[in-house]
């Protein structure tokens, strides 16, 4: 899976980065100001309705992916406290980044039980697949937050 590791890498860097001690609390600061938090706002959605428009599909993900990731963390300070939310939270990043591995697995496996359909219009199935591949990478990356090494690398914890 190169295509996961190649669209994946970048934002492992970021996160890597948004962690790393000198760099964190300036950033967490400048992220909390309300003139950010709208600047963001602003930015994420013009990115989600024409991004492609003004650039390349590839930079328009990638930069939809990062005006997400830190106006979630931008707007964190207006969300109340919640052991979901906060379990949620910790868990966000690696979710979106295990998803696309689960997701491409399941829809290879569906291809090779039916190759003969394309699966157009079948909604339930993919609601399924969303929830079956939520859960799957929820499980991942619970797996991967008990390996402290490994925790600390990725997810900052």
């Known amino acids: ?17 948004l962690n790393y001690p000198s760099l964190k609390a300036p950033l967490n600061k400048r992220l909390q100001e309300k003139g950010c938090t709208i ?4 930015t994420f959605v013009l990115i989600a309705l024409g991004g492609t428009l003004i650039l390349p599909e590839s930079f328009s993900e990638v930069y939809l992916g990062y005006s997400a990731l830190l106006l979630a963390v931008s707007l964190s300070k207006y969300i109340p ?14 979710i979106y980044l295990i998803h696309l591995i689960v997701v491409e697995i399941l829809i290879i496996l569906l291809n090779r039980m039916n190759p003969n359909s394309t699966f157009e219009g079948a909604t339930l199935l ?32």
Do not use: D
């Not at 600047?39 to 602003?42: H, S």
């Not at 929820?138 to 090494?149: F, H, P, Y």
């Open 1 to 17: 899976q190169l295509s996961w590791i190649i669209r994946c890498l970048p934002y492992i860097f970021v996160a890597m980065l």
């Open 39 to 42: 600047a963001l706002l602003i």
């Open 81 to 94: 406290e919640n052991h979901l939310i906060n379990q949620s939270g910790l868990y966000s990043f690696g």
């Open 126 to 157: 993919f609601v399924a697949i969303s929830i079956f591949s939520f859960i799957i990478s929820w499980l991942v990356t619970s797996l991967l937050m008990k390996r402290k090494s490994l925790s600390r690398l990725m997810f900052g914890v």
